[in-house]
């Protein structure tokens, strides 16, 4: 059964930075189209970023030129940074393959505030 555990969030400042994680198992990881989704309050969640099996990456427009995808194939594991921050990107991100399996982690909250 696949398995998705993002790590990573917290509380920023607008302008800052983190850096997400998300721990795959489960799944013939090498194989797999990962993308990055978000899920703001009392809205629907969203496409954030997505990396094929070859490295080839995908941006929502919001998010283009501030973060960036990328995965690491010996540690199942695919990353999010993310660079100046606002208060429009809080939120719970969560990763999932592509087309999204019906299984979601738990996400990791990610708070941009003063």
């Known amino acids: 059964q696949v398995q998705f555990v993002e790590s990573g969030g917290g509380l920023v400042q607008p302008g800052g930075s983190l850096r997400l994680s998300c721990a795959v198992s489960g799944i013939v990881f090498r194989l797999s189209t990962m993308d990055w989704y978000r899920q703001a309050p009392g809205k629907q969640r969203e496409y954030v970023a997505g990396?094929?099996?070859?490295?080839?990456?995908k941006y929502a427009a919001s998010v283009e030129g501030r973060f960036t995808i990328s995965r690491d194939n010996t540690k199942k594991t695919v990353y999010l940074q993310m660079n100046s921050l606002n208060p429009e990107d809080t939120a719970v991100y969560y990763c999932?393959?592509?087309?999204?399996?019906?299984?979601w982690g738990q996400g990791t909250q990610v708070t941009v505030s003063s």
């Open positions: 999932n393959t592509a087309p999204p399996d019906s299984t």
């Open positions: 990396i094929t099996l070859v490295g080839r990456t």
